[in-house]
């Protein structure tokens, strides 16, 4: 277990900085910073203050050296545009994302488990060809098309629900509901294709003819297994739908979160805050993969003994 | 002359005919809709009644006909600029589809030749090709777009560039998977003994081999290409106004809802007609080219 571990965290060091590297040459790829920043509207001599301001007059590996200090010293640079720390910038915008991504997560589980198992158990008669048909359409219904469709009957015909913002319970409803439906759609079809696989499985005919309640069977047979295929999908796909899902999301909603700071940032060219948005998204999501992959070695005993070398 | 082995010996419109006779009702109502939204914005310039960028101040937030204040002439009124929305609806259907299709077509060209490089040469450049894998599955790609969107501008060069970077890496990994399956078969062995370079192999023996995945592939990153085109032109990010595409009415009607909801309505429906009509092919296909589901 210990060296599986290892080799997770190896695996994740590896791939955030090959991250950290790409965003950095792909932004001093674009031309210099400062021309995007200020416009026509410069005289030659504040550019070049500008410019040696910022150290983009430098060589580029020196600058590169320099932009990977500043993960050791937590010197992050400051907004283009609200010349505050991108550090204060983004990790403010932290726990808001993290709420609205807690919520859309329970409401997932909670709809998704329940309804592949159904989906599994009836599969043969209409319950479960209708739940597999609104899954598989809810899996084509774009987030924001479902947003904004909601905040037309909620918010604007029905009057029930507040357009935008968070502070209360009420705001969670729609951006909730926004974002879990992609990934109930998703994970529906995962249960549903787990818990065929096991439903099948001898073990589950020597629990019956033990004479265990179906309930049980199900639950403690059943699901148990499927979950460790189902915990796998939630690492894979779930934390990238979700993280685009925010994107989005809090954009419509104008929720304070890190998708929507990152969609002002990229329309407003404030480099320092997109590009330490990114990064801080991008390392969350590596985290969690690795969380999921030890859980998942965790669960299955099978995974960390035969994985060894092999892919 | 070529020798290719996997080519099947009907016609085209034999194996289409075939298709929509085995199809179920739900299916055959896809593959209509299909057809139906490719004709509408291969002919929209000659369908669409108006200029979609005419405006006109004395005709605007007009409701679609039939209802109180509409104005003749505009099927599904107009929007804050007197613009008919129906014109627009249809070329933006036209540019969503064919952005769409070429970002599709760039990603399985670029990806299928590194997963063919990968599977073919192995050894370090199948570890870098495969790194670079990893990475990109492991960073979402709506952040990437975002990124190189903020970078190099939204131009209709850098657009295309970007969806066709979208889902590389799953024909890469695809590719790659098939070709070490293939390349133990005994009839590779046998055209390389018969003298055939790694070139000749790729082209005759691998490629007709995994055209089914790949096709299964590329209808399922179309819809979510389609979606992630819609998705930056709603915010902001995709092709610049006026051009119209359909997510960027959805984005730009949204402030007008309250007041002018049948400005988003249209081109939301047709980004949903679009994703359900490829959803649903491209379940089918899968279905045809997995033979353990067939089996089941």
């Known amino acids: ?311 | 002359m070529t020798h290719s082995i996997a080519v099947p010996a009907t016609s085209l419109p034999a194996t289409a005919y075939r298709l929509w006779r085995g199809a179920d009702p739900i299916r055959k109502v896809a593959i209509l809709i299909g057809v139906m939204l490719v004709v509408l914005a291969i002919f929209a310039p000659l369908i669409a009644p108006f200029d979609p960028n005419a405006q006109s101040l004395i005709s605007r937030l007009r409701p679609p006909l039939g209802f109180e204040r509409a104005k003749e002439g505009y099927l599904l009124g107009t929007d804050e600029l007197g613009r008919d929305v129906l014109s627009r609806s249809l070329h933006g259907l036209q540019l969503t589809l064919m952005l769409a299709g070429l970002g599709a077509t760039l990603g399985l060209l670029f990806g299928g030749t590194l997963g063919l490089l990968a599977g073919v040469v192995g050894g370090r450049t199948e570890a870098t090709v495969m790194a670079a894998v990893d990475t990109q599955i492991a960073v979402p790609f709506t952040l990437v777009a975002l990124f190189l969107l903020a970078i190099l501008g939204s131009s209709i060069e850098v657009i295309v560039l970007v969806l066709g970077l979208a889902g590389w890496e799953q024909y890469a990994r695809i590719v790659r998977g098939e070709v070490r399956r293939l390349m133990n078969m005994p009839f590779i062995e046998a055209a390389r003994a018969a003298g055939a370079g790694p070139l000749r192999i790729a082209r005759h023996h691998l490629l007709p081999n995994i055209v089914s995945p790949l096709v299964v592939q590329f209808t399922l990153s179309l819809s979510n290409i389609v979606l992630l085109e819609s998705t930056l032109s709603f915010l902001g990010l995709g092709v610049q106004p006026p051009t119209a595409t359909l997510g960027a009415m959805v984005g730009i009607g949204r402030d007008y809802m309250p007041s002018a909801p049948w400005i988003v309505v249209a081109p939301a429906m047709m980004i949903l007609f679009i994703t359900f009509a490829v959803q649903i092919l491209g379940d089918w296909l899968r279905d045809g080219a997995d033979v353990k589901l067939r089996a089941r």
């Open chain 1, 1 to 311: 277990m210990l060296s599986y571990a290892l080799r997770t965290l190896t695996r994740m060091a590896i791939t955030f900085f090959v991250i950290v590297t790409v965003v950095f040459f792909a932004t001093r790829l674009s031309g210099n910073a400062v021309d995007f920043v200020v416009g026509d509207g410069i005289t030659s001599e504040d550019r070049e203050l500008l410019i040696s301001y910022y150290e983009l007059d430098r060589p580029l590996f020196t600058q590169y050296l320099a932009f990977l200090k500043s993960f050791t010293d937590g010197q992050f640079g400051l907004s283009f545009i609200e010349r505050r720390p991108v550090s204060d910038i983004v990790l403010e915008r932290i726990w808001p994302s993290a709420q609205l991504l807690l919520a859309a997560m329970t409401l997932t589980l909670l709809v998704s488990i329940p309804l592949g198992i159904v989906a599994a158990i009836w599969r043969d008669s209409w319950i479960g060809s209708a739940v597999m048909m609104v899954a598989f359409l809810g899996y084509a219904v774009p987030n924001f098309v479902l947003a904004v469709l909601m905040m037309l009957i909620f918010s604007y015909w029905l009057n029930w629900l507040p357009v935008v913002g968070n502070g209360t319970a009420l705001h969670f409803i729609m951006p909730t509901i926004a974002m879990a439906g992609v990934l109930i759609a998703a994970l529906t079809r995962f249960t549903r294709n787990a818990m065929l696989d096991v439903l099948g499985q001898d073990f589950m005919r020597t629990a019956r003819a033990k004479g265990l309640s179906e309930g049980h069977v199900i639950i403690k047979h059943g699901l148990r297994n499927a979950g460790i295929t189902i915990l796998s999908v939630i690492g894979l796909q779930v934390a990238g739908i979700a993280a685009a899902g925010s994107v989005v999301i809090e954009a419509i909603f104008s929720w304070p979160g890190i998708g929507d700071l990152l969609v002002s940032a990229a329309v407003r060219r404030d480099y320092p805050v997109l590009q330490f948005g990114v990064l801080t998204v991008a390392l969350a999501v590596i985290v969690i993969n690795a969380l999921v992959d030890l859980a998942y070695a965790w669960a299955d005993p099978r995974l960390r003994h035969t994985v060894k070398g092999g892919n």
